[in-house]
């Protein structure tokens, strides 16, 4: 498929909505979310994406009842034992972006056992937001640059896009050609502030745990329909 995106970031929203139009307990609502996670990593995958960035948990989700927290933790402990082996049968990588030093250690652990059995694998980066907030990480990506010109490493002069760019999370994946957000709200949610500068969006009613590959396609043909100019 030509014209494709190489990196899509998706903001996973509806969860909590579809399980209470059920009068399903919200955790229900994760695990039907979970089965949309590992549908669309197999959609990516297929049309030859490179990179598909989850927006899985935000620093804001912290305010979120404790009980659903540990739910989601538990859950996404489970999901990536089950997976690990199809992530590498699939030559996919597991990637990690957000401050994860607050998340259970079970889940660190987990993850840093998954994230070092696909670290050779080149045909995908999964990458999950975990604990992410896209102003920490400006600040944070602020915080570095100045120690590093405090020490001497570089120039005031020398920082521009580019050396920015390198100091975020993401700073060894292309910017998101194309940003998805589920369930029909429109607002960014402190998500990829800088690397979504370009980046085309495109928005469906649909909750994320009834979005379905056919859904993913049709917004990557929409992408493809798109004239990006960037700025020009």
């Known amino acids: 498929m030509t014209n494709i995106p190489q990196h899509v970031a998706i903001i996973m929203d509806g969860n909590s909505r579809w399980a209470e139009s059920r009068g399903l307990p919200i955790i229900a609502g994760h695990k039907a979310g979970a089965k949309a996670v590992n549908r669309i990593t197999e959609a990516a995958r297929e049309m030859g994406i490179k990179v598909l960035t989850l927006y899985s948990f935000s620093t804001e989700n912290w305010k979120r009842p404790k009980k659903e927290i540990?739910?989601?933790?538990?859950?996404?402990?489970?999901?990536?034992?089950?997976r690990e082996e199809k992530l590498n049968k699939n030559d996919i990588r597991l990637s990690v972006i957000g401050d994860v030093k607050r998340l259970p250690r079970s889940t660190r652990e987990k993850l840093a056992k998954v994230m070092n059995s696909?670290?050779?694998?080149?045909?995908?980066?999964?990458?999950?937001?975990?604990?992410?907030?896209?102003?920490?990480?400006?600040?944070?990506?602020?915080?570095?640059?100045?120690?590093?010109?405090?020490?001497?490493?570089?120039?005031?002069?020398?920082?521009?896009?580019?050396l920015f760019s390198g100091c975020l999370y993401t700073g060894a994946l292309p910017d998101p050609g194309l940003l998805i957000r589920t369930s029909g709200e429109y607002r960014i949610s402190n998500f990829l502030l800088w690397q979504i500068s370009y980046s085309e969006f495109y928005v469906t009613k649909t909750l994320w745990p009834d979005f379905q590959k056919s859904d993913f396609r049709k917004a990557v043909e929409e992408y493809k329909k798109r004239e990006r100019r960037f700025g020009g």
């Open 70 to 82: 540990e739910e989601l933790f538990r859950l996404l402990e489970d999901e990536l034992e089950e």
């Open 118 to 162: 696909t670290k050779n694998n080149g045909g995908m980066v999964l990458n999950l937001a975990l604990n992410y907030g896209a102003r920490a990480e400006i600040i944070n990506a602020v915080i570095n640059i100045s120690k590093k010109v405090k020490e001497g490493a570089i120039r005031i002069d020398e920082i521009d896009e580019k």
